[in-house]
């Protein structure tokens, strides 16, 4: 017995896709009106209807076909094509300079001194509490 998974288990891809769209089946359910558990039950079966599918790709955000026929391989290649070579004389969204103009752990320091000190001032007060009675 082969642990392959069949190339043309829609249920799977479903599972997939809402997966890398970050989404729950609890959402998914939401979204078409049913429970977390006919999600499951879709997304372990091989074959689902027509109707059902559109409205699944609908709610996902994708179409029909692009749940037929997705693979993982696509979406890998897919975005193994994007390179972080030199986006200085690109257009769009990635023609900024994306560098980080603090030192994160300076940050870090700096947010536990801010605890360390409200600590300190919590103790002082309760001490002033404790003296006044």
Known sequence: MSTLTKPNHIGRK?????????MKQEALA???GTNQQAISAIEN??????EKL?????????T?????NFSEEAAINYFNTFTDTDFTNSQGAFSQNHQC???PLDKVVELYERLVQAEKDKVEYLERLMKGK
């Open 54 to 62: 559109k409205a699944i790709a609908e709610a996902l955000g994708v």
């Open 101 to 103: 103009s603090f030192n």
């Open 45 to 50: 079966s091989e074959t689902i209807d027509e």
């Open 64 to 68: 029909v076909e692009g749940i037929k």
């Open 30 to 32: 939401q979204a078409l």
């Open 14 to 22: 479903i599972s997939r896709i809402r997966e890398l769209r970050d």
